[in-house]
Structure formats: C-alpha cells, structure tokens
C-alpha cells in the first residue's frame, strides 16, 4: 500500500505563485511514476505534470513553462511549482502514483488540495 497526501492548495491572485508537496509514505519500492492532476468544475479530470523513477518529465501544454515538477527521493516528496497562475488553473489538484506491473499494478491516489486562482 501506498499513502499520499497532498498538501500547499490556496486561493492566490493571477499571476502568483504557488507550490504543491505529496507525501507519500508506504510500499515507495515499486512506483513507476508519479504525477499531478486536476479536475476543475465540470471537467474531466487531466495530467498537468509527471515524472518517472528514471526522471522523466512530462507537462501539459497549457502550463509547459509555468510549472515545474520535481522529487525529493529522501524525504519521498514530488512537488509541483506553480508560477504565473491564471484563473483556469483553478482546480482541485490530485498526486498519483502508478505501481510497476510486476508488484500489482496499483493505482494510488491522494485526497486533493484545491487551488484557487482569483483577485
């Protein structure tokens, strides 16, 4: 089992800045990837950011540059820099973590944090 938990979801006015921490603790061994979604109002939710055990990195168009995911393999944190908001990045912001096959496959999820982008 794997636990996430996200955290550092505020309102902030348009063009601020905010930055997003997932804690994951547990069985860390066999994660493949780890990613940020959203899910706005209405919406299905999306991708905004990835990063594999080998470090690749992956970003949704609409923040590519704005945004900067990185890990912290000792504290087993993935954050999510998040500079120049604007009001569509208002969403609540999900940390995902896809397991390798060979130990189950799983996919873990945490509870959300909400951003809000607005004067």
């Known amino acids: 089992q794997v636990q996430l938990v996200e955290s550092g979801g505020d309102l902030v006015q348009p063009g601020g800045s905010l930055r997003l921490s997932c804690a994951a603790s547990?069985?860390?061994?066999?994660?493949?990837?780890t990613g940020w979604y959203r899910q706005a109002p209405g919406k299905q939710r999306e991708l905004v950011a990835s990063i594999t055990r080998g470090g690749m990195i992956r970003y949704v168009d609409s923040v590519q540059g704005r945004f900067t995911i990185s890990r912290d393999n000792v504290k087993n944190t993935v954050d999510l820099q998040m500079n120049s908001l604007k009001p569509e990045d208002t969403a609540v912001y999900y940390c995902?973590?896809?397991?390798?096959?060979?130990?189950?496959?799983?996919?873990?999820w945490g509870q959300g944090t909400q951003v809000t982008v607005s004067s």
């Open positions: 547990g069985r860390l061994y066999g994660i493949a990837a």
């Open positions: 995902k973590a896809d397991e390798d096959s060979d130990v189950g496959g799983h996919v873990y």
